[in-house]
C-alpha cells in the first residue's frame, strides 16, 4: 500500500514538470527567447545592440563653389583656410598639410615638421599636394580661383564665410564640419556658447547706444570697413551702430584719412593692423598710427574707446570655432 502511494506521488510529480516544459514559449525566427514577445528584443540579444555604421560612408557636401563626395572621418586632410583649421584642432581632429607661412600665432602648434607645407594661401604648392594624396581639401577666398585645379587632385570644399549673413554661413561651415568628422554634439555645444556671448554684447551695444567705426591698418594708410564687410560682424552680428552706414562694401575696404575719422568723430574705434599679420613695415604699428592729433580729438580717444583686434583672429582667420570666439570676446570686452 505504501509503496503504491509513493508511486502514485512520482507520477504526479513528473506529469507536473512535463506539463511545465511544454507551455514555455517555443523560440521565435527572429529569436526572440525568454519570454519576451514577439517583435519585442530580449534586453541583451543582438537584436538589441545599435546598428553598425556603414563602413566607407561617403558624404555629398554642397558649397559655395560646387559639391564634393567625400569618405566620412577622411584621414589625410589638407587645409587651407585658418579658420577651417583652429576648429578641426578645436575640435581635436588631426591634419596632415596646411600653408605654414604667416601662421596666427594661436597656431603655431602648425609649424612642427610633422604637418606638410602645402604652399602658401594664395599659391598653393600643387606637387606636394599630388604626392600626399589627400582624401579632402578645405579653402576659403584666398584659393577660390585655385578651386578648379585643386578639385582635381582631391574633393576639395569651399568653406569660407559669406559676410552678408555671417552667422548663418558659420554655422553651416561647423556643422558641415561636424557632419564630415562624426563630431556634431561636439559643434553644436561650441556654437551654443558663441550664441550666448553674442546675445550678451547686443543688449549691452542697445542699451549703450554707441556706435563705432573699424579701422584697418596697413603700414601708414587706413581702411574703412562697414555692415556687410569682412570685419561687418561688429556691426551686423553684434548690432553695434555704425558711425557711417555707406562704407563701401569691398575686400580692401573704403580708403578713408584721419579727417574722415576726426569728422566722423565715432565713440568707439575698433583697428586691425594688417602689418603686424602678415610681417609687414614695423615703421608705423598701428597704435602709433592711430593715435595722432586729429584721432586723440574724438570720442573713442577721450572715453578709452580705442581698441586694437587681435589681427590673427581679425585677419588671418576669421571663420572658426576658436577665431570668431575670441573675435566675440574681444568686442564683449569693449562694453564691460
Known amino acids: 500500500m505504501r ?45 538589441s545592440q545599435p546598428a553598425a555604421a556603414p563602413q566607407n560612408e561617403e558624404l555629398t557636401i554642397k558649397h559655395q563653389l560646387g559639391e564634393a563626395k567625400v569618405k566620412k572621418n577622411p584621414k589625410t586632410v589638407v587645409v587651407f583656410d585658418y579658420g577651417v583649421l583652429d576648429s578641426l584642432d578645436k575640435l581635436g581632429v588631426e591634419v ?15 609649424k612642427d615638421a610633422k604637418y606638410k607645407n602645402i604652399g602658401t594661401l594664395m599659391e598653393p604648392d600643387y606637387e606636394k599636394l599630388s604626392a600626399l594624396k589627400p582624401d579632402v581639401i578645405f579653402i576659403s577666398g584666398r584659393q577660390q580661383n585655385a578651386y578648379p585645379e585643386l578639385n582635381k587632385l582631391a574633393p576639395t570644399i569651399f568653406a569660407g564665410v559669406d559676410n ?15 557632419k564630415v568628422f562624426g563630431k556634431e554634439s561636439a559643434v553644436d555645444a561650441e556654437l551654443a556658447k558663441i550664441e550666448t556671448t553674442v546675445k550678451g554684447v547686443k543688449e549691452k551695444a542697445s542699451a549703450s547706444g554707441k556706435n563705432a567705426l573699424v579701422l584697418l591698418a596697413n603700414d601708414g594708410a587706413l581702411s574703412a570697413y562697414g555692415p556687410g564687410s569682412r570685419f561687418g560682424l561688429i556691426h551686423d552680428v553684434l548690432g553695434i551702430t555704425a558711425v557711417d552706414k555707406n562704407i563701401e562694401v569691398s575686400t580692401h575696404g573704403q580708403s578713408v584719412t584721419f579727417e ?39 570720442k573713442a580717444f577721450t572715453n ?24 566675440v570676446n574681444q568686442v564683449a570686452a569693449a562694453f564691460k
Open 3 to 47: 509503496k503504491s502511494l509513493m508511486m502514485s506521488v512520482v507520477l504526479v510529480i513528473l506529469a507536473i514538470m512535463v506539463a511545465a516544459c511544454g507551455s514555455a514559449p517555443a523560440a521565435t525566427s527572429g529569436g526572440t527567447t525568454g519570454g519576451a514577445s514577439a517583435g519585442t528584443p530580449a534586453s541583451g540579444s543582438a537584436n
Open 164 to 178: 552678408k549673413k555671417f552667422m548663418e554661413s558659420f554655422s553651416e561651415n561647423m556643422k558641415m564640419l561636424g
Open 96 to 110: 596632415t598639410g596646411v600653408p605654414q607661412s604667416n601662421l596666427p600665432p594661436y597656431l603655431a602648434k602648425y
Open 304 to 327: 578709452n574707446g580705442i581698441v586694437y583686434l587681435d589681427p590673427g583672429y581679425w585677419y588671418l582667420s576669421g571663420g572658426g570655432l576658436v577665431s570668431v570666439s575670441e573675435m
Open 260 to 298: 574722415y575719422v576726426a569728422q566722423k568723430n565715432p565713440d568707439y574705434l575698433f583697428v586691425v593692423d594688417r602689418g603686424a599679420a602678415v610681417g609687414g613695415s614695423a615703421q608705423s604699428p598701428a597704435k602709433q598710427l592711430i593715435e595722432n592729433e586729429l584721432v586723440k580729438k574724438t
